[in-house]
């Protein structure tokens, strides 16, 4: 069995890795922040449901005031909050990238390694890595617009 | 049950986040893209609109279903980092019994607050 020297850190000693490399200490980082966010997020959200001042009183406390249909957000929170839609979008499509390959779609038949021996099945998968973070930039630069340039 | 059965759902917990995240995303804070293409509102955080919301059957049954995925995915895959660390490996079924309990009084949590706000 293979010692883990590193502990915890191995996850984002990137000396000497592939693309993909990056990408699984980016789904783990990101996977852990959402984790601790929905923990709050549904425990936060949940004053809806006790009355308007306990929403009203969340939603101050999270630097969001409403004046006749008008949102006031603080600066702060509001970048906070675009970068949490930052580590959803790529959890969300590297994830699905994962699934994917998971199950045994876009990563070649076995062949026979040849040199510099890069494996095949991340070749095969690259394109439509590529393809998938495309998507979530171009949905992070709609979130530019909509966080930033219109609110 | 095998290991590769609790594995099995939590890919397929994370596939079908997938479209309820983004749907969620979009509602919730691309108003003027979701307006545009006409399933939206600019204020989705008014008191008055987020009861209204929250009433109706389809939004009830969409927010069970994506708190079940969610709160699954999330908390499977917490699992699994916290058990690959050398921490993990010696209290396994203490962080295991921890994450159930959590996870479960979230959901109850959850649920709780989308069946009293329907009244």
């Known amino acids: 069995m293979v010692k883990n020297k590193r502990g915890i850190l191995g996850w984002i000693y990137l000396k000497g890795g592939n693309f993909e490399r990056y990408l699984y200490a980016l789904h783990r980082i990101t996977g852990f922040i959402l984790v601790v966010y929905i923990t709050f997020h549904i425990i936060l959200m949940g004053s809806r449901s006790f009355s308007e001042d306990a929403w009203k009183k969340v939603l101050g406390f999270l630097g969001i005031t409403i004046e006749n249909g008008v949102y006031k957000t603080n600066p702060l929170v509001h970048f906070l909050e675009y970068l949490l839609i930052l580590a959803i979008l790529f959890h969300a499509f590297n994830g699905m990238r994962l699934i994917f390959t998971e199950i045994g779609f876009l990563i070649g038949k076995p062949s026979r390694p040849e040199y510099p021996y890069i494996p095949k099945s991340i070749v095969s998968s690259r394109p439509f890595m590529i393809f998938l973070m495309i998507i979530a930039f171009f949905f992070a630069i709609i979130g530019i617009y909509e966080f930033f340039l219109i609110h | ?119």
Do not use: C
């Open chain 2, 1 to 119: 049950m095998r290991k590769i059965v609790f594995w099995g759902m939590h890919l397929l917990a994370g596939f079908l986040i997938f479209f309820f995240l983004l749907w969620h995303i979009f509602y919730m804070h691309y108003q003027s893209l979701t307006k545009a293409i006409g399933f939206g509102t600019h204020y989705p955080l008014i008191f008055s609109e987020v009861v209204a919301r929250a009433k109706t059957a389809g939004f009830k049954i969409a927010y069970v279903l994506f708190l079940i995925f969610v709160l699954y995915h999330a908390f499977y895959g917490l699992k699994n980092i916290l058990i690959e660390t050398e921490f993990g490996k010696k209290f396994e079924i203490p962080i295991k019994i921890l994450i159930i309990l959590f996870a479960t009084f979230l959901f109850i949590y959850g649920i709780f607050t989308t069946l009293k706000i329907g009244g």
